[in-house]
């Protein structure tokens, strides 16, 4: 079953460095993946998604990540930290064909101090 | 647009009751998933239907269970509940659920059992 591993369940940073959340897929073929973020009591909203179109890939809110096949990895990135990343984000992975389910790493929350 | 809609938003319940929370999907969206979240276990898949038919499930008692309606709504229902079952119950939308397709997540119904 593929699945996703993000490393690190607390991440701060200073308003203005630079943001990078790690993950990690596990898959026999490139599968779909997204980053979702989620604000306290809110539902997911999709940052971004990797679909084979492109290996870098650019979301909302400034956030981009980039396929790297050779690593297995999909880590998210932002040049700039603001006050209003303080969240906490979800990378997932879609198997490829028919299946609908999605599934989730762990979580990992996102600190922006001042 | 309209964005997936989840009632109630919030919920308290007995243990051994059941339970039964809404969710209206995007117009035009045929599938819909349902996720629980919780603070030990994460997110979770409990299942999809698509065209009014239970597509993929996930690890879940038969306690869990739903259904979706020919306009697209679905439901889901939980019965004699358990402490355990106190979470957030995502519900997603999307065209067809499956590949790159994008999921919409509504804002979830947080259950609490006492």
């Known amino acids: 079953a593929q699945s996703v591993t993000q490393l690190g369940s607390h991440v701060s940073v200073s308003e203005g460095a630079l943001v990078l959340l790690r993950c990690n897929y596990s898959s026999s073929v490139p599968p779909y993946l997204f980053w979702y973020v989620q604000y306290p009591n809110q539902g997911l909203q999709l940052l971004l998604k990797?679909?084979?179109?492109?290996?870098l890939v650019k979301g909302i809110n400034g956030f981009e990540a980039e396929f790297k096949k050779s690593e297995t990895s999909f880590h998210l990135t932002k040049p700039s930290a603001h006050m209003s990343d303080a969240a906490e984000y979800f990378c997932a992975v879609r198997n490829t064909g028919t299946a609908s389910k999605l599934t989730f790493g762990t979580g990992t929350r996102l600190q922006v101090t001042l | 647009k309209a964005g997936v809609t989840q009632t109630p938003r919030y919920l308290i319940k007995t243990r051994g009751q059941q339970v039964t929370l809404s969710c209206s999907p995007i117009?035009?969206?045929?599938?819909v998933s349902w996720y629980q979240q919780t603070p030990g276990q994460g997110l979770q898949f409990l299942f999809e239907?698509?065209?009014?038919?239970?597509?993929n499930k996930g690890n879940f008692p038969g306690r869990f269970s739903g259904r979706q309606f020919s306009n697209s709504r679905s439901e889901m229902n939980v019965s004699t509940l358990e402490l355990g079952d106190s979470a957030l119950y995502l519900c997603a939308s999307s065209l067809d659920g499956t590949g790159e397709t994008e999921a919409f997540f509504g804002q979830g119904t947080r259950l609490t059992v006492v």
């Open positions: 117009s035009g969206h045929r599938s």
């Open positions: 239907y698509f065209s009014e038919t239970q597509r």
């Open positions: 990797y679909t084979s179109a492109a290996t």
